[in-house]
C-alpha cells in the first residue's frame, strides 16, 4: 500500500470485518438454542438449520466462482492447468464443495482471486459444532466454557506456529514442485502453518463470545425477571462500548506500528491480534445490543440497512474486482496514493454494485420459505449450474479432462 497518510488505518483495518462476521456468526445463529431453554419449546431442528445456513451462503458463493474463473482464468495467478485434469479436479472440486480450508492444493482459491473464500471454508466448519458448542453455555456453564474457548484458540496458535511438525511435512507432501508452480501455492513450512492459522479452533474464542452475549440477548428478551441483573443497567452497555471502541482503536494503532518497525515480538502479536480484536467487538455488539436505543438508531436507519443486505456480496467481489481493475486500470495520476485511492474508490463502488444485483436476484429468493422468490430459488440453481460448466467446458475443459 502506497504511504497516504494515518489513512492507511482505516482502509487497512478491513479485516477486522471477519471477526465481527465471526462474532456476530455466534451472536445471531444460536439464540434459537437458548430460547428453546427458556421457553421450553422443543430445539432447533439441525436439518433446518443446516439447510438454511446453505441457502444462505451458497448460492452467492458459487456466482462468485463463476466470476472468478470469468475473470481470472488465462492470467498469470491463475493459469487453465490450474483447472485441469486430476490436479484441477482437486482444485476445483475442493473449491465447490467449501473444504478448501483442509486442502493444502486448494488454499489459494483460485490465484488469489477468490481471497475471501476461506472465511467461508470455516463457517461451514462452524456451522457443524455450533448446536454442541451452544450446551457449553446453557445455565452457568458459559462460566467455564468461554475461558475454556480462549484457552483452545490460544493454544492452537501457538501449536500451529512451533509444534505441529508431522502434521506440517505431511501437509508439505501433499503439494509437489508443479503443483506449487501451476497452482502459485509455496509449499513451505510457513506456508502450512499459516493455514493451519485459519482453521476453526483459532477462531473459537471469537464465536464463543458472540455465543456468549446471545444467551445474555435472549433472557433480557424471554425473562424479564432476570434482566435486573447488572449487566441490563443503562451505564454498563455505554460504559462497555466506549471501552471498545477505545480498545480497537489502540489494538489497531499498535498493530499499525508493528507493520512499520517489525520485531519479533510484534509477529507473535500479530498470530494473536484476531483473539484480542474479538474482545474489543464483543464489548461494541454488547453495548449496541444492550444500551440505549441511540448506540442502535445509526442502524435502523435505510443506508444502513442497505450495507447489511448488500454487505455478503462485497464481501466476495471486492478481492476478484480489485484484480481485474488492477490489471486493466492505465490511468497515471501524479501520484501513487491518487492511483490507490481512486482504484479503491473504484473497487467499493463496483464491488457495491455487484453485491446489489446479487442481493436481488440470488440472495433474496433463497431467504425466502415458499412462494414466488422460493420458485426463483429454483430457477437461479439451474442457471448457476449452467453457467459454473459452461465456464468450465470454455475456459479450461475441467470436466472433460
Sequence with gaps: MPNIGWWRIPISCGYLGVDLFFVLSGFLLARPWFSSELTGKPKPSLRTFWS???????????????????????????PRSAIEGSLGAWNLGSILLLVQNYVPLASNNLGGIGGPWWTLSLELTWYVVLPVVVLGFIGRRWRVTLPVLLAVSVAWIFLSANWFDPLIHFMQSTISPTTSTTLGVPNDELRMRQLLLKQLPA??????IGVALARLEVIKRLA?????????WPAIPVAAFCAGVFWLAATQISLFMTWIH???????????????????????????????KVLRAPFTILPARYIGWVSYGIYLYHVPIWFWTSQHWHRSPDSAAEAYLTVFLAVLGASTLAATISWLL???????????????????????????VATCLFSGRALLS
Excluded at 520485531?263 to 474489543?280: K, P
Design 262 to 292: 517489525p520485531t519479533a515480538g510484534g509477529v507473535q502479536w500479530i498470530r494473536y491480534s484476531h483473539t484480542v480484536f474479538a474482545i474489543g467487538i464483543g464489548l461494541c455488539v454488547f453495548g449496541i445490543a444492550f444500551g440505549p
Design 224 to 232: 424479564p425477571a432476570k434482566s435486573t441483573l447488572w449487566w441490563t
Design 52 to 78: 438454511r445456513r446453505l441457502r444462505r451462503i451458497a448460492p452467492a458463493y458459487y456466482a462468485s466462482v463463476i466470476v472468478v474463473l470469468t475473470l481470472g482464468l488465462g492470467t498469470p495467478l491463475l
Design 362 to 388: 440470488i440472495e433474496r429468493p433463497f431467504l425466502a420459505g415458499s412462494g414466488v422468490r422460493s420458485r426463483s430459488a429454483v430457477a437461479v440453481v439451474v442457471v448457476l449450474a449452467v453457467a459454473l
Design 203 to 208: 477462531y473459537l474464542f471469537e464465536f464463543g
